[in-house]
Antibody, heavy 118, light 107 residues
């Protein structure tokens, strides 16, 4: 059974870079059938797709965040990562990693709260 | 961006009753590019329906979805106690993939 687990700092200072990793078990990030993505949820903006990455390394980002987002794969560790630069309080949210097939999300991590504050 | 509007915001029902939730898109998402999720407090969303009407693995048949174009609905035929949650629709017709604001189904 596929399991996804987010990890990373729960507190990030304004203007710094948020970095999260999603460890995948029970499946492989090298599968050609799926994309690996990030979604966040905040009280103010609800659920927001951030971006996704394919096993080839191709990336797909929400245009509203594209200038600040980088996603990457680490096939040796079977995990993928998110970096969001120049964060502000508006980036405070629960961040989820998820697997998608045809761009709907069929498996989710439990989520991790990231607070942006000095 | 395609904006999704869900109604009602809150649906107050009792176990055993039928729930019908609506999702309206600002432009057509075709007949298949719409998903529904259930989220309980402190948990991640769970996929219920994809392709507007296909149930995800393990989802009971009391959940059904229908619709096309800009109008979609999720029906829970007989509410079980574990169905009281927030439900979100998501379109994946066009990037950026967007979610609705949710409908809370409570007792």
């Amino acid at each position: 059974q596929l399991q996804l687990q987010e990890s990373g700092p729960g507190l990030v200072k304004p203007s710094e870079t948020l970095s999260l990793t999603c460890a995948v078990s029970g499946g492989t990030v090298l599968s050609a059938s799926y994309f690996w993505g990030w979604i966040r949820q905040s009280p103010g903006k609800g659920l927001e797709w951030i971006g996704s990455i394919y096993y080839t390394g191709s990336t797909y980002y929400n245009p509203s965040l594209k200038s600040r987002v980088t996603t990457s794969l680490d096939t040796s560790k079977n995990q993928f990562s998110l970096r969001l630069s120049s964060v502000t309080a508006a980036d405070t949210a629960v961040y989820y990693c998820a697997r998608s097939s045809s761009w709907y999300f069929d498996s989710w991590g439990q989520g991790t709260l990231v607070t942006v504050s000095s | 961006d395609i904006v999704l509007t869900q109604s009602p915001g809150t649906l107050s029902l009792s176990p055993g009753e039928r729930a019908t939730l609506s999702c309206r898109a600002s432009q057509s998402v075709g007949s298949t590019y719409l998903a529904w999720y259930q989220q309980k407090p402190g948990q991640a969303p769970r996929l219920l329906i994809y392709g507007a009407s296909s149930r995800a693995i393990g989802i009971p048949d009391r959940f059904s979805g229908r619709g096309s174009g800009t109008e979609f609905s999720l029906t829970i035929s007989r509410l079980e106690p574990e169905d009281f949650a927030v439900y979100y629709c998501q379109q994946y017709e066009k990037s950026p993939f967007t979610f609705g604001p949710g409908t809370k189904v409570d007792i």
